[in-house]
T-cell receptor
Framework: QKEVEQNSGPLSVPEGAIASLNCTYS??????FFWYRQYSGKSPELIMF????GDKEDGRFTAQLNKASQYVSLLIRDSQPSDSATYLC???????????FGKGTRLHILP | NAGVTQTPKFRILKIGQSMTLQCTQD?????MYWYRQDPGMGLKLIYY???????DKGEVPNGYNVSRSTTEDFPLRLELAAPSQTSVYFC????????????FGQGTRLTVV
């Protein structure tokens, strides 16, 4: 099992709808989880981090964490064409401070 | 605060040439990473370092070498460049602590012809 897994997509969502991006991880003791957005040809940039079970909201973005299921998700409400990008899930390992990235999910917002 | 600085931004190499991609961070981070990203694909870890003097292989280390003589610098060396090494290279770093994220450099676009 890969340490951090994401569906590669592409995930197509109509403008104004909710986009739901999912990520699973293998290290049960992991404590910190991050979502990055990467536009084509650019560096990944941090959107949100979460380390407590439950939801964390920031504007149109909500991160959800379920440690028992080893599952983290990102919801994007009122999706805009500018949200079209690749979204990377990242997990800080429990055994050290190494951060592992998933391969990313490509999101297309359809006008 | 400069963050993570990569040089050069662009480079064209001929097959068989060698070069060093530079990466410097000014955040006193212990972890540093080199990734490559091919068009339409995810990040692939080449090498990483947990601190000065300590490096380890990632998933695609062949054809590359690294060193970490200081906390700040983590250069990536390409020996005998091949067309398969045409890619965008990203350097990243992170520090200790639950909510400290990884920071990325702006990337180096390398073409081997």
């Amino acid at each position: 099992q890969k340490e951090v897994e994401q569906n590669s997509g592409p995930l197509s969502v109509p403008e104004g709808a909710i986009a739901s991006l999912n990520c699973t991880y293998s290290d049960r003791g992991s404590q910190s989880f991050f979502w990055y957005r990467q536009y084509s040809g650019k560096s990944p940039e941090l959107i949100m981090f979460i380390y407590s079970n439950g939801d964390k909201e920031d504007g149109r973005f909500t991160a959800q964490l379920n440690k028992a299921s080893q599952y983290v998700s990102l919801l994007i409400r009122d999706s805009q064409p500018s949200d079209s990008a690749t979204y990377l899930c990242a997990v800080r390992m429990n055994r050290d401070d190494k951060i592992i990235f998933g391969k990313g999910t490509r999101l297309h917002i359809l006008p | 605060n400069a963050g993570v600085t990569q040089t050069p931004k662009f480079r064209i190499l001929k097959i068989g040439q060698s070069m060093t991609l530079q990466c410097t961070q000014d955040m006193n981070h212990n972890y540093m990473y080199w990734y490559r990203q091919d068009p339409g694909m995810g990040l692939k870890l080449i090498y990483y370092s947990v601190g000065a003097g300590i490096t380890d292989k990632g998933e695609v280390p062949n054809g590359y070498n690294v060193s970490r003589s200081t906390t700040e610098d983590f250069p990536l060396r390409l020996e005998l460049a091949a067309p398969s090494q045409t890619s965008v290279y990203f350097c990243a770093s992170n520090g200790r602590g639950l909510n400290t994220e990884a920071f990325f450099g702006q990337g180096t676009r390398l073409t081997v012809v």
